[in-house]
């Protein structure tokens, strides 16, 4: 918002706030009376605590999208397009850095998919060479049980 649009809405609204009483405050009891009343009890309310999401919880999102970036920038192989390497290599890094973050408190209805997109990952990252044939590079990011794993995690929600 440029400055003098700034300016302009405080001259509308300060105008505004005080007519409504907004400048002034409350007229409430003087201040000798407010010192002699005796405060009233605070309402006591059952206090429910949420159980606070696990870093796997927390993290299931960017790991999800680093999973698809990866999976898509090694895919390019399979259409003769060029990979770039240093980017698989910098994203299977981003997924390891939270793969090892999210390890402990992985719900174990979806343990298996997770250790399987890390090892496919970490399977794909280790072949990562213009020596090694297209397949093994790619194949262990889209066979049949990765693929299905992806999905998984995918579509998992956190309690």
């Known amino acids: 918002m440029p400055a003098c649009w700034a300016r302009s809405a405080l001259l509308v609204l300060i105008p505004a706030l005080v007519s409504c009483g907004g ?23 059952p206090t429910t605590t949420t159980p606070s999401p696990s870093a796997f919880c927390l993290d299931l999102n960017t790991f999800n999208v680093a999973l698809v970036m990866y999976a898509s920038t090694v895919g390019k192989a399979i259409e003769n397009q060029p990979v770039d390497f240093k980017e698989a290599r910098r994203l299977a890094g981003i997924i390891a850095d939270y793969a090892k973050s999210m390890e402990r408190s992985v719900p174990p209805d979806i343990a298996d998919a997770f250790h399987n997109q890390v090892k496919a990952v970490r399977g794909s990252s280790r072949k990562l060479s213009t ?17 299905a794993a992806r999905k998984a995690l995918s579509a998992y929600e956190c309690d």
């Open 131 to 147: 020596r090694n044939r297209v397949f093994e590079i790619v194949d262990p990011m889209y066979n049949d049980k990765a693929v």
């Open 23 to 45: 400048g002034q405050p409350a007229a409430g009891p003087s201040p000798a009376a407010a010192q002699t009343s005796v405060p009233a009890a605070p309402e006591s309310t």
